[in-house]
């Protein structure tokens, strides 16, 4: 039973590596960031630090475009 339920999970797993996203993936990096409550305690601290994030990273050389 568990070899079986490894290759379903391992033909999925082929299958999805198959799959068009809608979009060229090739050079795209995602990130998640949490920003701590106590640097940055309210909405209006937070929405600055991601807003100068977001400054920051669209002025790094190689970068084409800097979307939340």
């Known amino acids: 039973m568990l070899l079986t339920g ?3 999970l391992l033909k999925s797993f ?3 590596q198959n799959v068009n996203p809608g979009f060229n993936p090739r ?3 995602t990130a ?3 920003s701590p409550r106590l640097r940055y ?3 209006a601290a937070q ?3 991601f ?3 977001e400054r920051r ?3 790094l050389p190689g970068v084409s475009s800097c979307q939340a």
Do not use: H, M, Q
């Open 51 to 53: 807003a100068e994030l």
């Open 41 to 43: 305690p309210d909405k």
């Open 57 to 59: 990273v669209a002025s």
């Open 32 to 34: 998640e960031i949490s």
């Open 47 to 49: 929405t600055n630090f």
């Open 6 to 8: 490894a290759g379903l």
């Open 14 to 16: 082929v299958r999805l």
């Open 27 to 29: 050079n795209v990096l």
